[in-house]
């Protein structure tokens, strides 16, 4: 598919997977961020548009073929069991490791460094909010869209919806991935970047590593359902109930 700079950031990772790796690299926010034009994402990170297309078309070569394998084009239920045994475990198994890692590096250099604390803080938010996230989504989005796409499939009658419509806890999840999206980027600016501070001992050093990866991981979760697993499970609703 030909990229273009009037292309959202958001459609540009949905047709291209790989891109996502270029736009985590550049800080450009595809997945809560997703809806803005890529000639203003670019404007606002400071970065020429034609030079990112050029770097997104050269990712984009490298998923030709690969369609079977990339999560874009699972089934719905396939996808949700992708983002439960790939990013929900990864989540709450980082959750848990640097709940612990962060009061030690805390005990040990909160006095001379005090913005960890202040990234414990923002941390302990996260862990409060993402871990009944994760939870709603398993045991009632999720489920319920699989529901939706067997519908589908048979030619059936709609399940039932005791939110009224998917579009509704769709709201409330995405509401819930804008602020762990804020979280994040508040942990970025508080540890500048992920900057080691000279004399970091190697659990300061595994401490933002791993804070790091959380992010990546979690800007790829919330990408995959806020841009795929989400507006797929909206048309299929409107499949079974055109007038909504």
Not at 58 to 78: K, M
């Amino acid at each position: 598919m030909s990229l273009n700079s009037s292309m959202t950031v958001r459609e540009v990772a949905t047709v291209s997977p790989h891109s996502t790796r270029v736009f985590e690299k550049l800080k450009i926010d595809y997945c809560c961020g997703g809806n803005q034009p890529l000639d203003e994402a670019c404007a606002k990170a400071g970065l020429n548009v034609e030079e990112v297309i050029q770097l997104l078309s050269q990712a984009e070569s490298t998923d030709v073929g690969s369609e079977a394998g990339t999560p874009q084009f699972l089934a719905l239920a396939q996808l949700a069991d992708y983002i439960v045994s790939k990013h929900h475990v990864f989540t709450r198994n980082e959750l848990q490791r640097l709940t612990q890692l962060l009061e030690k590096v805390c005990s040990v250099h909160g006095a001379n460094h005090p913005e960890l604390f202040q990234i414990q803080s923002e941390f302990q938010k996260l862990d409060a909010d993402l871990c009944p996230h994760m939870m709603k989504e398993e045991n009632i989005l999720f489920p319920y869209i699989k529901r939706l796409e067997n519908a589908v499939v048979a030619s059936g009658p709609a399940p039932f919806a005791p939110f009224g419509t998917v579009r509704n806890p769709i709201a409330a999840m995405m509401r819930e991935h804008d602020a762990a999206g804020d979280i994040l980027t508040n942990i970025r600016k508080l540890s500048s970047d992920f900057a080691l501070p000279e004399g970091a001992c190697f659990s300061y050093s595994t401490l933002y590593n791993a804070l790091k990866e959380l992010e990546t991981d979690l800007h790829q979760h919330i990408h995959l359902e806020n841009n795929i697993l989400f507006p797929r499970a909206a048309e299929m609703e409107d499949q079974l109930h055109p007038a909504m």
